[in-house]
Antibody, heavy 121, light 112 residues
Framework: EVQLVESGGSVVRPGGSLRLSCAVSGFTLGDYGMSWVRQAPGKGLEWVSGINWNGAATGYGDSVKGRFTISRDNAKNSLSLEMNSLTAEDTALYYC??????????????WGQGTLVTVSS | QSVLTQPPSVSGAPGQRVTISCTGSGSNIGAGYDVHWYQHVPGTAPKLVIFDTINRPSGVPDRFSGSASGTSASLAITGLQSEDEAEYFCQSFDSSLSAWMIFGGGTKLTVL
């Protein structure tokens, strides 16, 4: 059974940092690209960052570029998101997600249940 | 503002058919990029219900179907059941943006 379990969410002050982790099981992490997607309270889904199967290619949404860093450790079945210079606009439920490639881009075939990040003073 | 526009809410009685629209532009759906749909019940992990515009993952009932025309895509659910009540999001790719994925704002489906 494919499982993605996020951790690391908490309350952090504006300007602070946080590291999210995602532990995966039920599949070989190195066979898939992975993404982080977030949902702010009352808002829709927003793609945050993605990483290809071996970490050689990464991408970031415009709202987090330069502040967030995605990484992976295939041997430890783990995905991470390092978040710096956090603002209230980063408050959201953060989902770890497994990517699949389609003929024209990517989609997500499995999601975790999310970890909550709250940026507040 | 989401690049893909969805109606905030739709509703239907059990057994009825509902459709949820996802309107984009010439740089995403109109350019032929596939559309994917997710079902999300708050507190649970989102679930893929349609991929590559028209395909259903294994285990998704054939009551769910997807289509696209021009700059819009649609998710149709027939034989509506109470367990279909959820929020539905469309997702695609936009060639004018750096994001690997773009999402619609979501549509809340209420089963009356």
């Amino acid at each position: 059974e494919v499982q993605l379990v996020e951790s690391g969410g908490s309350v952090v002050r504006p300007g602070g940092s946080l590291r999210l982790s995602c532990a995966v099981s039920g599949f070989t992490l190195g066979d898939y690209g992975m993404s982080w997607v977030r949902q702010a309270p009352g808002k829709g889904l927003e793609w945050v960052s993605g990483i290809n199967w071996n970490g050689a290619a990464t991408g970031y949404g415009d709202s987090v570029k330069g502040r967030f860093t995605i990484s992976r450790d295939n041997a430890k079945n783990s995905l991470s998101l390092e978040m710096n210079s956090l603002t209230a606009e980063d408050t959201a439920l953060y989902y770890c997600a497994r990517e699949r490639g389609s003929s024209s881009g990517y989609y997500i075939d499995y999601w975790g249940q999310g970890t909550l990040v709250t940026v507040s003073s | 503002q989401s690049v893909l526009t969805q109606p905030p809410s739709v509703s239907g009685a059990p057994g009825q058919r509902v459709t949820i629209s996802c309107t984009g532009s010439g740089s995403n759906i109109g350019a032929g990029y596939d559309v994917h749909w997710y079902q999300h019940v708050p507190g649970t992990a989102p679930k893929l219900v349609i991929f590559d515009t028209i395909n259903r993952p294994s285990g998704v009932p054939d009551r769910f179907s997807g289509s696209a025309s021009g700059t819009s895509a649609s998710l149709a659910i027939t034989g509506l059941q109470s367990e279909d009540e959820a929020e539905y999001f469309c997702q695609s790719f936009d060639s004018s943006l750096s994001a690997w994925m773009i999402f619609g704002g979501g549509t809340k489906l209420t089963v009356l």
